[in-house]
């Protein structure tokens, strides 16, 4: 069980995977569930629009559309980007084919099996320590 600090108010608390506590936790949901209403009733607002009529902050829309809660096309005037290649994308921090690559990689990794170096004269073992001991 690890503890830490919330990113957003600095209080301790039990981390469950999670940045946030759960007080702002419940307080990011609520701002969501605004937003959420907002976008629904105004198709096409723009992510300025949408902070200044809900009074959540821009960074925390943007939050919203990283963490999948929200997609690209539900808000006009921003653009989400790849964090790798740059490329435009509807969700997330990784286009498809940035993702890919690291899962091709990833799947390679887990595959090989790694080789242990082969330097015999450079490992001790506790056996061979206690045997030079003894003469």
Wanted: proline share 3%.
């Amino acid at each position: 069980m690890d503890i830490r600090n919330c990113s957003e108010c600095g209080r301790v608390f039990v981390d469950r995977g999670n940045e946030l506590c759960p007080r702002c936790v419940e307080e990011e949901d609520r701002q969501f569930e605004v937003v959420r209403r907002y976008v629904e009733a105004h198709a096409n607002a723009s992510v300025d629009e949408v902070s200044e009529e809900t009074k959540v902050p821009k960074e925390r829309i943007v939050r919203f559309l990283r963490l999948g809660r929200l997609v690209q096309g539900s808000v006009s005037g921003f653009e989400l980007r790849c964090d790798v290649c740059g490329s435009v994308i509807e969700t997330g921090r990784v286009c498809r084919k940035c993702k890919e690559g690291f899962d091709r990689v990833a799947q390679d990794l887990t595959r090989k099996p790694l080789e242990p170096e082969k330097r015999g004269f450079e490992r001790m073992h506790t056996y061979d320590s206690i045997k030079k001991g003894q003469k």
